[in-house]
């Protein structure tokens, strides 16, 4: 018996899911989440603070690059929404006035949930390292830890990863000491 095509979802399916959830197009593939923690969105928010300053607004820090929380990434025929991404100026020197980007990230950030940790690890990196996004960071703060990947060809490689309350510098944003115990305040 032949098996009937899977039809790929569209941006119009995507558009249909409730607010209350959080939707993505993943290999042709409608995926829908429930919204994030609480725990996961500290997390992810107070990240966004330490590397915003620094980085976005260049206070205390290097400056150039442009970091977002939860933008839509249309990245050929997926639509991602990383918690954060960060592109530099140099790639994007501004900010362009649509509601998604299709402009691949320099950096992307997924914070693992236990709904969302193997889409993030597997399905959305091969993603990234497709689209040639240079560095990806995962961080459980479950676990409390930090996982700094590295695109080398078209494979991840770990760089370093951390747990509990150390102090780091991890690659793209090392030109800093981050205290990843801030990243698990509650």
């Known amino acids: 018996m032949a098996e009937t095509a899977k039809r790929h979802a569209t941006y119009e399916d995507l558009l249909a899911v ?14 829908v989440l429930p919204r994030p923690t609480l725990l996961h969105s500290r997390s992810a928010s107070r990240l966004s603070m330490d590397l915003g300053s620094p980085f976005d607004r260049g206070r205390g820090g290097p400056g150039g690059w442009l970091i977002l929380f939860e933008p839509e990434l249309h990245l050929r025929a997926d639509v991602l929404v990383p918690d954060l991404a960060g592109w530099r100026r140099e790639r994007m020197p501004e900010l362009p ?22 889409i993030d690890r597997v399905r959305k990196m091969n993603i990234y390292a497709r689209e040639g996004v240079p560095y990806a960071w995962l961080i459980d703060p479950s676990a409390q830890t930090l996982e700094v990947y590295k695109l080398a060809g078209e494979l991840w ?21 981050l205290d990843l115990a801030g990243l698990w305040e509650r």
């Open 157 to 177: 490689t770990r760089c370093a990863s951390w747990a509990g309350a150390e102090k780091v510098r991890a690659e793209p944003f090392d030109a800093i000491e």
């Open 97 to 118: 006035e649509s509601a998604a980007c299709t402009l691949a990230p320099d950096w992307v950030c997924e914070v693992l949930s236990p709904a969302t940790q193997s």
């Open 18 to 31: 409730p607010n209350s959830q959080l939707a993505q197009i993943i290999d042709g593939e409608l995926v």
